[in-house]
């Protein structure tokens, strides 16, 4: 069993910067495939950015790569998300997730295991 927790969330203007942080509990969270996804009320949750346990490649949305990067410290079971340049459009519920078996990119909601509870990103224009 993994639980996941979520910090570092707020509002920021346009353009601005925030760093979300994903705390992971459990004996086996480093091999997890860990991931961020986003949601908006009334719409689907939507892929973000992704990072694999094994060799720590990494892969993004079209509409956050070059914004965004997603890090891990498998020491200390924690993926962080560096947001900068952030525009209105990036307002959302984001969470955390994480998956277990082979490491390779996964992209679906449904092909998670383990969610965080979400934390509301706001971007003012």
């Known amino acids: 069993q993994v639980q996941l927790v979520e910090s570092g969330g707020g509002l920021v203007q346009a353009g601005g910067s925030l760093r979300l942080s994903c705390a992971a509990s459990g004996p086996t969270a480093s091999t997890y495939v860990m991931s961020w996804f986003r949601q908006v009320p009334g719409q689907e949750r939507l892929f973000v950015a992704t990072?694999?346990?094994?060799?720590?490649?990494?892969y993004y949305a079209s509409s956050v790569k070059g914004r965004f990067t997603i890090f891990r410290d498998n020491a200390k079971n924690t993926v962080d998300l560096q947001m900068n340049s952030l525009k209105p459009e990036d307002t959302a519920v984001y969470y955390c997730?994480?998956?277990?078996?082979?490491?390779?990119?996964?992209?679906?909601?449904?092909?998670?295991?383990?969610w965080g509870q979400g934390t509301q990103v706001t971007v003012s224009s």
């Open positions: 997730a994480a998956a277990r078996g082979v490491s390779v990119i996964r992209t679906l909601p449904g092909q998670y295991d383990y």
């Open positions: 990072i694999l346990w094994s060799g720590g490649s990494t």
